[in-house]
């Protein structure tokens, strides 16, 4: 008895190693290095600092996707998904990333392959079209949607636990349009993470090679308050999938056909639209944007090891004076640099009201801005958007 358990723990094991190695999966780690060259290159042109390790946070993600994989695969999960199916979803989600990546979401492209079974089940294939597009064509045919919906689901319950643990740490500052074309502050919250999924089918073990890609801008509020809300709005959304899921697995093959379509296509539209009503909330207003007033300029983000944290400055700070003048635009602060070039003294106002005052001797090394990114000025034109991959090699 142990020794079929330890048979079947090493089965699993190997699968998880084999799916690790996958040249799917190494594509999945290309597309993510293309992702932090691309937040490197905005982090120097827009800040002129580093405002994350993103090398070192992106190791740290792959490694707690192949926990997350790991896990799932120890658990001996059933879905009856193809390995075609596997390389399709892929495929197609490499595709949208090289696009945009926000739309690069697995939830997306389930609804999408859904809607496309559904089409593909009604509408027989022409005998005049060619072998390949015929076989394509049967592969969307015979999808099982149950188990489709179970996918999605648990790979949403996996990005509420990366959303959790590691999503705030790569909430890049960014400038964005707010009301009226007014430029607002954000935080633009990336995650990407390639995951080397194991599963069980009705003929074996098969690899599920995934990205988990989200993107979402936060204009108000705290991050961290506002992750937290997602990711229990995305648990719930996960397992109403899971369970609708299931429910197809139970029911749906005793149903003619036009109610398995029919249900089928309520899945597509569920799979779609309450995901994107998730990220949707995290995106929405709640309490003061994040803009400037007339007591000074709001502190977006601050760079870490800087000046401005060595200070105790704070994104949500207002930088009130500096070295006795009052900061209204960024010339403001370049003036106030320039009189005082080895320290720096600031009167710096937190959230209640209540100012208190800062000071420092500063080098030639640690810049004008101290590693503060302020909120954007009124008329600016830095206004950013994370295009797709391909956005690096096409301008």
Same mark, same amino acid.
């Given at each position: 008895m142990n020794g079929d358990i330890i048979a079947v723990m090493l089965a699993r094991v190997q699968a998880w190693g084999e799916a690790s190695l996958s040249p799917w999966y190494v594509l999945g780690l290309c597309a993510l290095a293309i992702i932090v060259g691309q937040l490197i290159v905005q982090q120097r042109s827009l800040y002129g600092v580093r405002m994350h390790p993103v090398w070192r946070d992106a190791v740290v993600l792959v490694v707690f996707g192949w926990i997350c994989s790991a896990v799932v695969a120890m658990t001996g999960l059933v879905i009856d998904v193809s390995e075609g199916l596997a390389r399709l979803m892929w495929i197609v989600l490499l595709l949208v990333a090289c696009v945009r990546i926000a739309y690069a979401r697995i939830a997306y492209v389930g609804a999408l392959l859904i809607a496309s079974s559904v089409a593909a089940a009604i509408v027989p294939a022409p005998e005049s079209l060619p072998g390949g597009v015929r076989m394509f064509w049967h592969l969307l045919a015979s999808i099982d949607v149950p188990s489709l919906c179970v996918l999605v689901g648990v790979t949403a319950l996996i990005e509420a636990a990366?959303?959790?643990? +590691?999503?705030?740490?790569?909430?890049? $500052?960014? +400038? *964005?349009?707010?009301?009226?074309?007014?430029?607002?502050?954000? +935080?633009?919250?990336? *995650?990407? @993470? $390639?995951?080397?999924?194991? =599963?069980?089918?009705?003929?074996?073990? *098969?690899?599920? $090679?995934?990205?988990?890609?989200? =993107?979402?801008?936060?204009? #108000?509020? #705290? =991050?961290?308050?506002?992750?937290?809300?997602?990711?229990?709005?995305? =648990?719930? +959304?996960?397992?109403?999938? @899971?369970?609708?899921?299931?429910?197809?697995?139970?029911?749906?093959?005793?149903?003619?056909?036009?109610?398995q379509w029919s249900f089928a296509l309520l899945c597509a539209l569920f799979c779609a639209g309450a995901y994107g009503a998730v990220y949707a909330s995290l995106s929405k207003t709640r309490g003061v944007l994040l803009t400037n007033n007339n007591k000074g300029l709001r502190v977006l983000a601050v760079a870490k090891k800087s000046v401005a944290a060595k200070l105790g400055i704070v994104p949500g700070d207002i930088v009130h004076k500096m070295h006795g003048r009052r900061i209204r635009t960024l010339a403001d602060v370049y003036a106030a640099r320039l009189s005082h070039p080895t320290t720096v003294r600031i009167d710096v106002m937190d959230a209640r009201g209540d100012v208190r005052i800062v000071q420092q001797a500063v080098y030639e090394h640690d810049g004008a801005l101290l590693g503060i990114v302020y909120c954007p000025e009124e008329g600016t034109g830095m206004v950013q958007k994370l295009r797709g991959l391909a956005s690096l090699f096409v301008r």
């Open positions: 990366v959303l959790l643990v +590691y999503g705030g740490r790569w909430a890049m $500052p960014a +400038y *964005v349009r707010g009301e009226r074309l007014k430029p607002i502050g954000a +935080y633009a919250l990336i *995650v990407f @993470c $390639p995951l080397p999924l194991i =599963v069980w089918n009705s003929s074996g073990v *098969v690899a599920i $090679p995934l990205l988990i890609a989200s =993107v979402a801008w936060v204009t #108000s509020g #705290s =991050v961290r308050v506002r992750l937290r809300s997602t990711v229990r709005m995305l =648990v719930l +959304y996960a397992l109403a999938l @899971c369970a609708v899921g299931a429910a197809g697995m139970m029911w749906a093959s005793q149903w003619i056909p036009i109610v």
